[in-house]
């Protein structure tokens, strides 16, 4: 059974990077057709995805905040790191990993079949 396990800083200071790390367990991050998802949630607002890792290797982040995002993997560690550059107190969230077999853009959040418990990140002086 697939466990994904969010970990990194809790606060990050405005301007900066932030880098948050999201460890799989019991199962391949190069499994065919199957997708590896940031998204977070603002204190009072709705799921936002942010992009995804793709078992393959290739990445595909939000419009709204391609030009800030950065994931990347590494297999041997079984692990796909999220870098959002240039934060802001509206970058304040808990932060997912999730997976899945379709790409969210296409269908959405209920295709989504792990999560991660989530971490928050605050963005503060």
């Known amino acids: 059974q697939v466990q994904l396990q969010e970990s990194g800083p809790g606060l990050v200071k405005p301007s900066q990077t932030l880098s948050l790390t999201c460890t799989v367990s019991?199962?391949?991050?190069?499994?065919?057709?199957?997708?590896w998802n940031w998204i977070r949630q603002s204190p009072g607002k709705g799921l936002e995805w942010i992009g995804f890792m793709s078992y393959s290797g290739s990445t595909y982040s939000s419009p709204s905040l391609k030009s800030r995002t950065s994931i990347s993997r590494d297999t041997s560690k079984k692990q796909i790191t999220l870098q959002l550059n240039s934060v802001t107190p509206e970058d304040t969230a808990v932060y997912y990993c999730?997976?899945?077999?379709?790409?969210?853009?296409?269908?959405?959040?209920?295709?989504?079949?792990?999560w991660g418990q989530g971490t928050l990140v605050t963005v503060s002086s």
């Open positions: 999730a997976s899945g077999p379709r790409r969210v853009p296409e269908g959405g959040f209920r295709y989504l079949e792990v």
């Open positions: 019991g199962g391949s991050i190069t499994t065919n057709d199957y997708y």
